[in-house]
């Protein structure tokens, strides 16, 4: 029996398809009746605007810019800028728009899992390099936040991707239990001036004054307050305690956004980016006891040896002889007061960047998707 | 009169010539295929899937594969056995 190799195969772009409304207002609700928005009027993407924003990138109409490999799905650059039109994009944001869906279809991203689950996580970008500044992508007070343009309509980009080329429809193919409003856009540029270290593109390999995207696969931020310290191990104690709060722990990754005030004692104590990664990764831990007292440790976990090298890397004499059953996940032993069982694997699953307004104690923790491993952070540069 | 375009794959890409697999009018003495999508628990619910249709449907050899990773595709391996080998597959996620 031979395959069907012609699913890796895609019908050539042709003629455009589309609907012929009356007014602008027509337009809108038109999209909103055939379910292409994400719940926000859209801006009608006419083939002129469409035109415009393709113009503006590096790509041919019909370049791929993400491929989903598990449902064989292609996104090419004009199906990316009709999105990008109704997001409510300028032209000059589709080479970040560009970059950001190369990131998110890059096949170690696993886009599947993170667009479907029912953890429900928003597609983070973090903006580098000049490009920031030329579009006015905001990175200092309220970054998360209203207000910003290329912030607001760079991250909508891609949920509208997601829904209307993925289809990644809530409660269909999206099932996420409950989401979170970053899963309208979540796009933030980090504040290079403020922060004590190397701009994150250049720790994660992308040449010096050049401008890339970092992706990641959130769950919602939570805010980390300190005001009353300026000594690194105090301030820095007050993350380690929010990394390892029972509900999110997990062997997967995280991000933290340094506010500059806490990014400011960080540099005047002259503490590194691997330093504080090191600090975070030592201290942001719960016993195993504690995991199993909050059914975090399941019975298919003692199957997994992943899973099992996770819970026991860090315990007293190492992995224990014999291995524990499936049965002993619920049953917290003496013995597992003593086994600390860190969130992620090392310190480099913890991305640090700056961002925020010049005042407040208010940094952010953003967890990675899923109980499990989560997926990589990805980088890309965006094109000049 | 404007015309606004369409965002969505309907008209511009996607898999080409895939069409349904003919469906069989009954089950007995056919090799089923399982597919666990890589979730902890996928297989025991497909194990539960086959004692019924054993008991109700009469099926014939049974073919199992996992994927190692819900955000993951099947491996083209894994696809090419069950295409060759079963008449119908059964795919299930357990969380």
Not at chain 1, 264 to 285: E, N
Not at chain 2, 71 to 80: F, H, K, L, R, Y
Request: charge should be neutral.
């Amino acid at each position: 029996m031979t395959l069907p190799t012609a699913a890796r195969q895609y019908r050539a772009v042709g003629q455009r398809s589309g609907i012929d409304v009356g007014d602008p207002w027509e337009a809108i609700e038109a999209c909103y009746a055939r379910g292409w928005t994400d719940g926000l009027p859209v801006v009608p993407p006419t083939d002129a605007l469409v035109d415009r924003m393709l113009a503006a990138g590096p790509w041919a109409t019909g370049d791929v810019l993400l491929h989903e490999p598990v449902r064989d799905r292609a996104v090419t650059a004009e199906k990316a800028a009709i999105n990008a039109v109704m997001a409510g994009c300028r032209p000059e944001y589709f080479a970040v728009v560009g970059a950001a869906l190369q990131a998110i279809g890059d096949p170690a991203f696993m886009l599947h899992g993170p667009a479907t689950s029912t953890g429900g996580s928003a597609l983070m970008v973090i903006v580098n390099g000049p490009i920031a500044g030329r579009l006015d992508l905001n990175a200092g007070a309220n970054l998360f936040g209203p207000g910003a343009r290329a912030n607001a309509t760079i991250g909508r980009t891609l949920r509208l991707v997601l829904l209307n080329c993925l289809d990644c429809r809530p409660g269909v193919l999206d099932k996420s239990t409950q989401g979170w409003p970053g899963k309208y856009s979540l796009c933030f540029a980090e504040d290079e001036a403020q922060s004590p270290w190397e701009p994150l593109s250049v720790s994660r390999g992308v040449p010096v004054g050049r401008s890339a995207v970092t992706v990641y696969a959130a769950e919602s931020g939570h805010n980390v307050l300190s005001h009353g310290t300026g000594d690194p191990e105090r301030l820095l104690a007050c993350f380690a305690d929010a990394l390892a709060g029972l509900g999110s722990l997990s062997p997967g990754r995280s991000v933290v956004v340094f506010a500059p005030e806490h990014a400011q004692h960080l540099r005047r104590a002259g503490w590194t980016r691997p330093r504080v990664q090191q600090w975070l990764y030592d201290h942001a831990w719960r016993s195993l006891a504690d995991l199993k007292r909050g059914g975090k440790v399941e019975p298919a976990f003692y199957t997994n040896p992943d899973l099992v090298d996770w819970l026991y890397r860090d315990a007293p004499g190492g992995r224990p002889e014999p291995p524990p059953a499936p049965e002993d996940a619920d049953r917290a032993a003496p013995a597992d007061e003593a086994v600390r069982v860190h969130r992620g694997l090392g310190p480099q699953d913890i991305l640090l960047t700056v961002g925020g307004g010049a005042a407040g104690g208010h940094s952010a923790f953003f967890p990675s998707w899923s109980r499990g491993r989560s997926v990589p952070f990805v980088t890309k540069e965006v094109p000049a | 009169m404007t015309r606004i375009l369409d965002p969505t794959l309907a008209d511009a890409a996607g898999p080409a010539a895939l069409r349904r697999a003919p469906r069989p009018r009954a089950l007995r003495g056919l090799t089923v295929g399982l597919l666990a999508n890589g979730k902890s628990n996928g297989m025991a619910l497909l194990d539960g899937i086959v004692e019924r249709l054993r008991e109700r449907h009469g099926i014939g050899e049974v073919v199992r594969a996992a994927k190692t990773n819900a955000s993951a595709p099947v491996s083209d391996e894994d696809t090419e056995r069950l295409a060759k080998r079963c008449a119908v597959v059964v795919t299930a996620i357990g969380d």
